[in-house]
């Protein structure tokens, strides 16, 4: 069965999240529009670059870009920053085009503004799903078999404090809340929220796997107390280190194909989506393992 999802917007798809999202959308012969907002830098790309129709823009000015919604079944926000500093986002993509590294030992020349977690995690998904949904639906109706439209949101399992501020995973939750609340009344559209807990890759982040291979050791013998934090009602930060050791790390490969199975409609996802989910979608089985036999809508 042929995926209703024929083109879609990445909004920030040079990115990690975002770079993956294209890829595996291409293998699926999804035509991918990309917005970012500088050029690809000079040298080597992978082959997959020249495959996708990249757009310059703003995300915080997505009138820059209005014109590209009408044509896609479903945008993906993938904008986002763990760290306040735009120099370590902008390092990343030049990581990723120099054929990976740690992004925190590429800093370029003149990306030391700060970007608050509020513009970045927040403000920008906010302005670009607001664009999308006052945008008129293309005029071919062979382009508008995948509805509901999704808007996709990249964001997170509460995992890093108290080593990252909490006021990284509270912009991510209030994007939640003001994408959900822009969609009531709205039939059309349809809201995701994509929470990967530590998202990992060897090549691309190595100093992620490390702690992808230690932590699902120990996440098993800490539900106990996963699920006395949550009990208690808890919001300080040992919940969120019993998030960390009770939600299993998941490859940056899975994430995107979770993504793209949860855009096309007929699979009707819609709301939160966790890692487990994540893993249902994708066809895995709790343990990790692939199921055979199982598949979803556009296979």
């Not at 302005?127 to 995948?146: I, M, Q, T, Y």
């Not at 108290?162 to 349809?190: F, H, L, N």
């Not at 050791?217 to 808890?234: H, K, Q, V």
Request: aromatic letters at 10%; glycine letters at 10%; proline letters at 7%.
């Amino acid at each position: 069965m042929n995926s209703t999802v024929r083109k879609i917007l990445v909004v920030g798809g040079n990115g990690f999240i975002g770079s993956a999202v294209c890829k595996a959308a291409l293998a699926r012969g999804t035509q991918v529009i990309s917005v970012r907002p500088y050029r690809t830098p000079k040298g080597h790309s992978p082959a997959w670059t020249f495959k996708v129709d990249w757009q310059q823009g703003d995300a915080l000015h997505p009138q820059s870009f209005a014109h590209l919604f009408p044509q896609v079944d479903g945008v993906v926000h993938t904008l986002g920053t763990l760290i306040e500093n735009s120099s370590y986002k902008h390092a990343s993509f030049h990581a990723l085009c120099d054929g990976g590294g740690n992004p925190l030992e590429k800093q370029t020349p003149g990306g030391n503004h700060l970007k608050s977690y509020e513009t970045m995690n927040r403000d920008s998904a906010l302005r670009v799903c607001e664009a999308f949904l006052s945008s008129p639906a293309g005029e071919d109706p062979s382009w508008n078999a995948n509805k509901p439209r999704p808007f996709v949101y990249i964001s997170a399992e509460d995992i890093f404090r108290p080593v990252i501020p909490a006021r990284y995973i509270e912009t991510k939750r209030e994007a939640e809340r003001g994408i959900e609340q822009m969609m009531v009344g709205k039939s059309d559209y349809r809201g995701v929220y994509m929470r990967p807990s530590l998202v990992y890759h060897a090549h691309l982040r190595p100093l992620t796997t490390p702690a992808a291979a230690y932590t699902p050791i120990p996440w098993r013998a800490s539900l106990g107390c996963a699920f006395f934090f949550r009990y208690m009602g808890s919001t300080s930060a040992l919940e969120s280190i019993a998030n960390a050791l009770s939600i299993p790390p998941i490859h940056v490969d899975h994430v995107a194909e979770a993504i793209c199975v949860a855009l096309d409609s007929r699979n009707d996802v819609r709301g939160v989506v966790g890692v487990s989910r994540m893993r249902q979608l994708i066809g895995w089985s709790e343990d990790g393992r692939a199921e055979s036999g199982m598949g979803f809508a556009g296979a």
